[in-house]
């Protein structure tokens, strides 16, 4: 086949792209500029936005022996992943946008970009594995690696575009990958992993959003509606959040508090016990499937953030755009706008994207 | 060159002339420091001198005019900040040049503005890429004695266009401003005589004309004084700082020597490849549209360069398609980052930006043969065919 490699500058798609050409793949590199002026990003060896990383990206495909372009995806990453991830925190969700950008960017604008240039699939050094099933349908399953598994990020994607995509890695660990690409003699193989927004060269999402958006003032309240204090942006929380609430007096059972809900219109955050962030019910939006869509209830297991728990589930599609699901153990902090990713076994079935969710205690109360 | 490929990108940097790599090659081998004052010093430093003088003979300048420099940008450099930094007083901070320059000459110029409060003034470029006299005349006479220095480019790098030097310099040198010409993409493909010129300044590289790169010079008048860059030993002229690269300077003067003396001949052989190659694109890409002077000839364009826009297509797509069909050409002038960005020089020329992204720049040279015009031509109906349908995937909003 003819393969597009989208390299990072990290090491594991450098040693994706390395796989595929092993493979036997006609393989081209190409290193996505997703920043609109390249320099105003992040300058460190972290992340896959700086002149930095398509240096590396460039010389671990010269090194590899492949072609290597930059393609300039910096308009379709503003409008689809930046200028969503902006809309979602005003509207008091926490948005995933490397899910996005994979749904919208790598495995859309330019897939179909490689395919219109006569292409045939591409390369990632995403940590997921493809099975092809008897029926000749493409399966995703978790990674080897459950500590490295990136099946959660992409369980946006349809059978469509899992028919189009490689993942040369994901049956390996980390560590056997970082040897790997030292026994290639690839420059990378030590460069750390990137952990935080790509966009947000710092890490720092608060202050990031609080400059995109400005100063908008609103009030911390606990559950009784006693106000404990003013904050500038409700943006800068995320429910099941602990740290950096700066409550001042401390709750009369003297337990930690925890953001339980955000009203985006007013600005109001309100506050409570761990017990009251317990939800059992979710309701998702834009349901997309890996592969055919459920006819019936789903027995699965669900993981609702990256890296968190799997929780046993039932998934009931109750028309084509909304999924209802409940948790037969409850799961705390679960953020509307985050994707809830349903599994059977090791299996992505497909995910939706959490619209709301119902606490057990508000339930109760 | 590979014969599996074919290289059309003689603008971005020429393959050495064989007689260049040979000369090279043996005084590669030479012990001495051209300012060493035993034998093997003399002996390097007549190497350097007789080159020198081989080099003013064939740009019609004086030896003592040829300043050597480690390449284009340097001696752009030295020109522009050492101009700057040599005439600038509250009273004079100006700096004129136009808008299609080189990033060697554009970034200097606008750095000095950031840093060193220099002001600048653009002068605007009409469709074809030729630097509106009008304009300049307007701006050169709104206060001649502010001016530290004016530039312009003697042909473009983009667009081949030549531009009228002789009437900038007249425009100039009444007020006794000095000027600059980056000649670089010029020297080897039409004539240039300093001297006759009036230049105060011209940039030449030798990797552009069949020499190593590493190596140029600044043509300067001996009465022209920019403020050194690089300070040191002085051994240029005390310009410029840094032993001398003997080896480097020998390939060069071999070089330049050679393809002034075949300009004539080489000029009329490249401009026929050209043609055929113009031809043959508009023949099989009816709406494709070649930029710059339509018209051939030391006064209008470089025969060497054919700039060409596709639309509905991007060049991007369109270079990456050639090159895995072995053909090598360019979107314009490289950039640093590998981040494609609209040329500044079709942006100049009034283009905007859909069409300055799907532009191509094809450029002959020496070693150019009607293979590589036909092997072009053969694989752009399938290259042509699927940069479109690339472009219409991406919605047709850019």
């Known amino acids: ?365 | 060159m590979d014969a599996a490929r074919s290289y059309l990108d003689h603008a971005a940097t020429t393959p050495m002339l064989p007689e260049a790599v040979e000369v090279m090659s043996r005084e590669l081998g030479r012990v001495g420091n051209a300012s060493s004052l035993h034998a093997s010093g003399r002996a390097a430093r007549r190497v350097v001198e007789e080159s020198r003088e081989l080099i003013a003979e064939r740009l019609g300048a004086r030896p003592s005019e040829v300043v050597f420099t480690s390449g284009g940008t340097e001696a752009n450099n030295l020109a522009i900040k050492g101009l700057f930094w040599a005439r600038r007083s509250p009273e004079r901070q100006r700096i004129l040049f136009s808008s299609i320059e080189h990033h060697a000459l554009l970034d200097p110029v606008t750095w000095l503005a950031a840093h060193e409060g220099a002001r600048i003034d653009v002068t605007p470029v009409d469709r074809q890429g030729r630097i509106q006299l009008d304009a300049l005349h307007a701006s050169v006479e709104q206060n001649p004695d502010d001016i530290t220095v004016l530039t312009t480019m003697w042909a473009n790098n983009e667009m081949g266009t030549i531009q009228p030097i002789r009437e900038v310099v007249e425009l100039a040198g009444r007020h006794g401003i000095p000027v600059h010409s980056d000649a670089v993409q010029a020297a080897g493909y039409v004539p240039l005589d300093f001297a006759g010129s009036e230049l105060d300044a011209m940039t030449v590289t030798a990797h552009k004309l069949g020499g190593p790169v590493g190596v140029g010079a600044l043509v300067i008048k001996r009465d022209v004084a920019p403020t050194p860059l690089l300070h040191g030993g002085g051994q240029e002229r005390d310009l410029r700082s840094g032993t001398v690269g003997v080896a480097l300077i020998a390939a060069f003067a071999t070089a330049l020597d050679l393809t002034v003396a075949r300009q004539a001949e080489q000029a009329d052989r490249i401009e026929r490849l050209r043609q055929r190659l113009v031809d043959g694109i508009t023949r099989i890409v009816p709406d494709a549209v070649v930029n710059g002077d339509p018209h051939a000839g030391q006064d209008h364009r470089l025969p060497n360069i054919a700039h060409v826009t596709f639309p509905g297509c991007e060049g991007d797509a369109m270079l990456m398609l050639f090159d895995a069909q072995g053909v090598e050409v360019s979107t314009g002038s490289a950039c640093a980052a590998g981040v494609p960005q609209p040329s500044h020089v079709l942006l100049a020329m009034g283009f905007d930006e859909v069409a300055a992204r799907g532009s191509l720049r094809f450029s002959l040279g020496h070693s150019s043969t009607d293979a590589d015009v036909d092997r072009v031509l053969e694989v752009l109906p399938a290259v042509h065919e699927r940069a479109r349908a690339a472009r219409l995937v991406r919605g047709g909003t850019r």
């Open chain 1, 1 to 365: 086949m003819r393969v597009i490699a989208a390299m990072s500058g990290g090491v594991d798609s450098a040693v994706a792209a390395a796989r595929a050409v092993e493979a036997g793949h006609d393989v081209t590199g190409v290193h996505l500029a997703l920043s609109r002026n390249p320099r105003s990003y992040r300058s460190g060896a972290r992340g896959c936005c700086s002149i930095e990383d398509a240096g590396d990206a460039r010389r671990a495909a010269d090194a590899i022996g492949i072609p290597f372009y930059v393609w300039d995806m910096s308009d379709e990453f503003a409008d689809e992943v930046v200028e969503d991830f902006i809309a979602e925190y005003t509207a008091g969700r926490t948005p995933n946008p490397c899910l996005r950008c994979n749904e919208k960017i790598k495995f859309a604008a330019v897939l179909d970009r490689a395919l219109a240039l006569g292409f045939d699939a591409v390369a990632t050094g995403h940590y997921a594995q493809l099975r092809t099933a008897a029926d000749g349908t493409i399966e995703m399953h978790r990674a080897l690696d459950h500590g490295k598994d990136q099946s959660y990020v992409l369980g946006v994607l349809t059978q469509e575009q899992l028919q189009r995509s490689l993942f040369p890695l994901g049956g390996d660990t980390k560590d056997v990958v970082r040897a790997e690409a030292e026994r290639r003699g690839l420059q990378v193989a030590h460069k750390p992993d990137s952990h935080d927004i790509c966009f947000i060269a710092d890490g720092d999402n608060a202050g990031w959003l609080s400059e995109k958006l400005g100063p908008k003032p609103g009030r911390i309240v606990d559950e009784d509606g006693r106000v404990l204090r003013e904050h500038d942006g409700a943006y800068q929380f995320t429910i099941g959040q602990r740290r950096g609430l700066r409550l001042g007096v401390p709750a009369d059972d003297g337990k930690p508090r925890f953001v339980l809900d955000i009203e985006p219109v007013s600005g109001t955050v309100t506050v409570g016990p761990r017990e009251h962030l317990l939800v059992d019910t979710l309701e998702c939006v834009r349901p997309l499937w890996c592969g055919a869509a459920p006819t019936e209830t789903l027995e699965c297991t669900v993981q609702l953030r990256a890296h968190g728990a799997e929780h046993r589930a039932r998934v009931t599609v109750l028309d084509d755009e909304r999924l209802r699901v409940d948790l037969l153990d409850p799961a705390d902090g679960i953020a509307p706008g985050q994707a809830c990713v349903i599994y059977d076994g090791t299996r992505v079935v497909g995910s939706g994207t959490i619209s709301r969710t119902e606490r057990i205690a508000a339930a109760r109360s």
